[in-house]
């Protein structure tokens, strides 16, 4: 895949616009194979114009009532439909408070675009800069994936296979997105280092919850835009649970936190850039989070 052919326009596609959830499933069930989901269409557009994807039908699922809405459940979590905009989520007060790593990473972004562009476009475009995606790993989120034939759960984790591939058949969509209550005392933050374009080199999402009782203490951490796939790196709860010098446990678990990583070289940074990156910032979230008040 390349970027940056000249702009094209549009291949030819059959606009398939369905009224209901059920209308998209059953058009799914029959054509899959040969369609196209089109949430906010900002991707979907542009990867048409440059022909690095092709469909026979766009199927339009923006504006469907069942994937739209925001629902939080005090001690339970938050529920997202998938086509809710990326504003939308950027204004919540629940995100803000609770979520503060999701809505710093949507802080980052397009004002423009985050009117248009959705959660659901933005995890399954699985591209692996999208900035919703750390945030969402420390946060365990789990997701709702829907087809005629039934509903599943994939944790976010697993959903993500490699760039622009995820766990997901061609007669299903993703319905929704929930976020489990975060860890109570809990707090995170989100770092996102430009390069030069809007993505991210180098994107950290970490939450910290009980940081001064190492048998209660979380720690997690998730990396974005280091290398092809977004990585959480779950070694690092083990190590915090041990009774040791801050200092000492911020060390292992940034030499774990590279290994895991294993960061690449594209046309945005190299591999020594992203290191060095990972390696520094690191240590200063951690620090950050674990000595706050
Ligand atoms: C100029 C520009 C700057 C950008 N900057 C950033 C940035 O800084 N950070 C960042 O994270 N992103 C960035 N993006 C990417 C943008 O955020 C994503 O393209 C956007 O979130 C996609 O959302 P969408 O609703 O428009 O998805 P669409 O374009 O509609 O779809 C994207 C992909 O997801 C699939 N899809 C969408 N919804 C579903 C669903 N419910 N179920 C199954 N499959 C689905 C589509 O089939 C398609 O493959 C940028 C894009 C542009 C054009």
């Not at 933005?122 to 034939?149: G, Q, R, Y």
Request: glycine share 6%; charged share 25%; with cysteine.
């Amino acid at each position: 895949m390349s970027f940056g052919a000249p702009y094209l326009t549009l291949p030819s596609f059959k606009y398939v616009k369905p009224k209901t959830l059920r209308e998209v499933l059953e058009f799914l069930a029959e054509h899959g194979e040969d369609a196209k989901i089109m949430a906010g269409g900002v991707a979907v557009i542009d990867f048409l114009k440059e022909r690095l994807t092709e469909a026979d039908y766009i199927v339009d699922i923006k504006g469907i009532e069942e994937l739209g809405g925001i629902k939080y459940e005090e001690n339970k979590g938050l529920t997202m439909g998938s086509t809710i905009t990326l504003y939308s989520l950027r204004e919540s007060r629940i995100i803000r408070e609770k979520y503060s790593a999701l809505h710093e990473a949507l802080k980052t972004l397009d004002p423009i675009l985050i009117h248009r562009a959705t959660i659901g476009g933005n995890i399954c475009e699985a591209f692996p800069w999208m900035d919703t995606v750390p945030p969402l790993l420390v946060f365990d989120a789990e997701l709702n994936i829907i087809s005629l034939k039934g509903k599943r759960k994939v944790k976010l984790k697993d959903f993500i296979k490699g760039t622009a591939e995820i766990d997901l058949n061609p007669d299903e969509i993703l319905e929704s997105i929930f976020v489990p209550e975060p860890p109570v005392n809990s707090k995170s933050k989100y770092v996102k280092v430009l390069a030069k374009s809007e993505f991210g080199v180098v994107n950290i999402a970490c939450l910290v919850s009980n940081p001064v009782d190492p048998s209660k203490r979380i720690v997690k951490l998730a990396y974005g835009a280091a290398s092809p796939t977004p990585t959480l790196v779950p070694q690092v709860e083990e190590i915090f649970r041990r009774e040791a010098p801050l200092n000492k446990l911020i060390e292992e678990a940034t030499s774990v936190v590279l290994e895991t990583v294993s960061p690449m070289t594209d046309i945005h940074a190299s591999e020594e850039y992203r290191r060095y990156l990972i390696d520094v910032l690191t240590r200063k979230i951690l620090f950050e989070l674990l000595t706050a008040d």
